[in-house]
Structure formats: structure tokens, C-alpha cells
């Protein structure tokens, strides 16, 4: 069969949600699409070139769905938006955060989002400086916070109560309502994380 760049990285793609990252073998993915591994090394050269594209297509897709700035929206509110699409769509795939992170993705619509996000903090305000490294904190928390929330998914099938703490030993951890440790990563605590960095901005913008 005739291959191409795009069938190989959605094979990949595929067999990421069936497996996940650590399973992710370009011979897995050969034997998806019926040929023999060497085939695909005309597309790409090794596992690292193949994540990095595997994270080129979905940031492609994150990007597509993100919401275009509003002259009626806060700069705020927009950029809650931007992360909570970033977070829904990096969801989507089995070990996404993973895949996303420290990749190498020279996407132009990446720098055009991050052109447009950042036209609009300096409109705020900002200088380009402060805003290319609120938008990268910003990131780096959305990355890091799936990253986390898909490893505690893929353990709680195994997680005992016995793993629970004990309330009398830690009360303070019980109180605030962490009887179980999935409920760090939940919606709530992301809502949480993201209104304490952008009310940081907003300080910062004032300062």
C-alpha cells in the first residue's frame, strides 16, 4: 500500500489510545497499517520525530477549536477559554500530556495563536515580555496539570482504599477534601489553579 506522512501519524494516534506512550512502537504501527517497520522511515526517522509529530497534529487540532478574541470578552476570560480548550483537546488522547510535552512543534498556527494572544495582553497592558512569559506559565500549568491527571487515571483501577490517608494522621489533608488524591486533579482544582494564575497576572499588570 501506498503510505504517507499523515496515515503513518494517525495510525500512531490510534494505537496511542489503545496502548499509550510507553507501548507506542513504530513496528505496532506497521503492523497497523499492514507493511513491514523499514517502510515507514521514509516519513519519519525515529520514535522522537514521530512524537513530535503526533503532537504537531493534535496541538493542530487544539488550535483549530480555539475561540478567536472578543472585544466584548476580558483578556482574562479569554484566555480561560484558550485553556480550558487546550486542556479538553490535550484529554482526548491516551498519554496526551505526555506526548505534548517538550515536544518540537514549529506549527505556524501556533505562532500565530500566540501572536494573537499576545496583541491582546499588550493591548491590556502588557509588554510583549511580560506576556510571552504569562502565556508560557500559563501553558506549562495546563500541560503539567494533564500530565498528572492522566497518570492518576491510568492507576485508579489499582488504587486500594487502604491507599486513602487516614484522617486521623492527616486531618488537615482529609479536611480539604482530599480523602481521595483523584480529587486533586479534578475540574474544580483546575478552575482553581487557573483563577490563581490569572488574578497573578492581573497584579502583575497593575505593578
Not at 480561560?80 to 482526548?92: D, S
Not at 488537615?172 to 481521595?180: I, M, R
Request: charged fraction near 25%; charge should be negative.
Amino acid at each position: 500500500m501506498k503510505l504517507s506522512r499523515e496515515a503513518v501519524i494517525r495510525a500512531a494516534l490510534e494505537l496511542l489510545d489503545e496502548v499509550g506512550l510507553d507501548g507506542l512502537t513504530l513496528r505496532g504501527i506497521a503492523t497497523r497499517l499492514g507493511v513491514q517497520a523499514p517502510a515507514l522511515y521514509w516519513h519519519v526517522k525515529n520514535k522522537r520525530e514521530l512524537i513530535d509529530e503526533m503532537a504537531t497534529a493534535i496541538l493542530h487540532e487544539a488550535l483549530s477549536g480555539m475561540p478567536l478574541a472578543s472585544e466584548h470578552e476580558s483578556w482574562a476570560d479569554w484566555l480561560a477559554e484558550l485553556a480550558r480548550g487546550y486542556r479538553a483537546m490535550t484529554l482526548r488522547y491516551r498519554d496526551g500530556g505526555r506526548v505534548l510535552s517538550g515536544a518540537h512543534t514549529p506549527a505556524p498556527e501556533l505562532y500565530r495563536m500566540l501572536e494573537t494572544v499576545l496583541r491582546v495582553l499588550t493591548e491590556a497592558g502588557f509588554s510583549a515580555r511580560e506576556g510571552l512569559r504569562a502565556i508560557t506559565t500559563l501553558i506549562s500549568f495546563v500541560s503539567g496539570f494533564v500530565i498528572e491527571e492522566q497518570a492518576l487515571q491510568a492507576i485508579a483501577e489499582r488504587r486500594l482504599a487502604e491507599d486513602r490517608p487516614d484522617p486521623l494522621l492527616f486531618p488537615l489533608l482529609s479536611s480539604g477534601n482530599s480523602s481521595t488524591l483523584d480529587s486533586s486533579v479534578s475540574d474544580e482544582t483546575f478552575e482553581y489553579g487557573l483563577k490563581l494564575l490569572l488574578d497573578g497576572m492581573r497584579v502583575a499588570r497593575l505593578s
